[in-house]
Every structure is written in C-alpha cells, then in structure tokens.
C-alpha cells in the first residue's frame, strides 16, 4: 500500500506539519476540576511522538458558567487549567508535534444542573425547557468574547493554531441549525442569517490572535441526538452556510462525519470535506471511522447497529491522492494506537487494530 498522500508535508500560511494526519478531538474527562494534569500531558506527548502531524485537543471550555456538563472536562479559562495547557504545548513541541485546542461550549447539550456550576440555566438560541433560556445580546456577546479570550491565550501559550468546535449539536452549531434557532432577531432566520452568531465568534477570534494565526472550525451536519440532521440538503444550500464563515476569517473547515466514504450530495463521490474545499476554496480536513476494522463503537453502545461498515484506507488514500481533502483526521485508532501514524508509514499493518471497548479503560 503507497502511504504517500498520508505523509506529504502540508503548508497553510504560518501552520506548516510534516504529515497529512490529525488526531480527532476526543472527549476524556481525565481533567479534575477542570485542570489537566501529568497525566494528560503524557496523553498528548505520547501521540505527538507517534507521529500525528496536528494535535487538536479534547473539547476545553471557554469562560462561561453553562459551557460544561462535567467538572472532569477541562477549562481553557482558570489559572491553574492554563498553567496545564502550559505543560501540554511544552511536552508536545519537545516531540516535534503541532497542536490546537478545541474551544466549546455545549449549549443546550448540557442537561441544566451539570457541571461545575449547576445553578447556571443552560445556555442557547432558543429555550427549550424552563431550566435553559434563549440567550439575550448581552449573553451572546459574552460568549464571543469569551471565545475570543480562550483563543488569544491560545496564542500566547504557543499552541499551533486553534479550533472553534461548531458541530454535533453543541452551541456555535445550534445557532446554524433551524431545529434549535427558531430566533426572531438577527441571530435568527433562514440559513445565511443563522450563521450570524458563528461568524462573528469567528470575528472576533481573529481580532484576538491576529490575522496570520491559523483558525480551524470544525462542523457537521448529523447531531449527537439526530445522526440524520442536515444543515444542507444541496451543495448550494452548504454554500450559504459556509460563505460567511469565509469572509469572517476560517482559515480551514474541519468536515465531521461519520464515514469519511460517504458522499454527500447526490451525484457526486466527494464527501462532506470535499464539498467544503471545492466550495470555499480553503483546506479542509476530513474525519470519519478512518483507521478502523471493526463495527462502529458509538453505533454499539446506542445499540443502533453491530455491523456497521468501515472503510478502507486504499479509499482513504485515493481521494488524498485526488486532492478531495487535504488533511485527515484519526480519532479512536489512536487510543488504542498511539503510534498509529508510524505504524502507518512503516507499513506495520499487522500491528493495528480496530478500537474496542476495553480500550476506553487506556484512554491515558
């Protein structure tokens, strides 16, 4: 099997990695309090000493009281968190590897009363239930703000780059989705309007670290509680999403789906990536069951599925090879590999295997 496309360098204004492999942001709640501690240091040194070309963290709360459901998860925002985050860039930069944090708020994904402050009513665009409430100007306005302080200690800390996550139903994308914005004001309206608030989160991100600081937003169609969710049902429809997220400043669309194979858009190979990059011109990174040779882990434990298909990397690699996407990212085949991409490189095939549930007990 030729790796090549995997291992080419890849170069977008100041983010330069040696390779085309990402690893996904995965959820751990390994973070006490919020702080991530040795352990997660470790974490992460040892995946960017395997050989993944970016790193791109575990979901890190931005400054706001109802952005976590877990007092496990960390923050990007308290002293000692940062001082964490501080110890997290040392250790991976000593191994060579580039790395972003994930910024999120949950939004209305947080059941109210979770999380380090459970007197908080869940923040969203629309109020759901009496114990969240659709946020007013001055609440948004200190969410971007929020995102935009997150993002400029990002900077300061020396991370590569950053990433907005505005995918599977948390809050950035429940303003982008018609199911959840039913707002009346600005932030609200048909698809185009509803990106108002993502974009100007974008905005404000980019006022914050300056205009060569690479900034990645990760999103989706499908949602935690609706895997046949759709922001789009056209590749017109997709553009009127995506275009305003351009002119804000996205430097690269992170394209979560759930099987990288998958097209689309009727009439054509190219998968949600794809779609992203031949619309908007910039680089998008692909995600998707990349790496596994098994059923579908999340599928199993909903019990939707036990035979879920999985897909191979000679696919994988004959749309790197086409230039479909540019990067791609690995999620759970890293935690039980975290040398998956030098295995990869070296053709240790033998040597990988699918994700198992035994290996949630390795996540360290």
Known sequence: MDTTPLFRPFHHGQLSLPNRIVMAPMTRRFSPGGVPGADVVEYY???????????????????????SDNT???????????????????????????????????GLARAAGAGPHPEAPSDGPTAVDERS????????????????AAAATARQLGFDAVELHGAHGYLIDQFLWATTNRREDRFGGNPGERTRFAAEVVRAVRAAT????????????????????RLADTPQELERVLAPLVDAGVDIFHASTRRFWQAEFAGSDLNLAGWARKLTGRPA???????????DFTEQVR??????????????LRRMEANEFDLVTVGRALISNPDWATKVRE????????????????LA
């Open 210 to 229: 300056g205009s060569d600081f690479p900034l990645i937003l990760r999103f989706s169609q499908w949602k935690l509680q609706d895997y046949g969710a």
């Open 303 to 316: 019990g939707q599925s036990s035979e879920a298909p999985i897909g191979s990397l000679d696919d994988l």
């Open 72 to 106: 496990r998860i960390p923050n990007f925002h308290a002293p000692e968190s940062i001082a964490g985050w501080q110890r997290v860039v040392q250790a991976v930069h000593a191994e060579g590897g580039k790395i972003a944090p994930q910024l999120w708020h949950q």
């Open 133 to 148: 409430h659709a946020m007013t100007d001055a609440d948004i306005a200190d969410t971007i703000a929020a995102f935009a």
């Open 285 to 295: 990174i692909s995600v998707g069951s990349v790496g596994l040779a098994g059923p």
């Open 45 to 67: 040194r040892r995946r960017a000493a395997g050989g993944v070309g970016l790193i791109i963290t575990e979901g890190t709360t931005i400054n706001r009281a109802a952005a």
């Open 347 to 362: 053709g240790r095939f033998d040597q990988l295997h699918a994700f198992r549930k035994t290996d949630l007990a390795t």
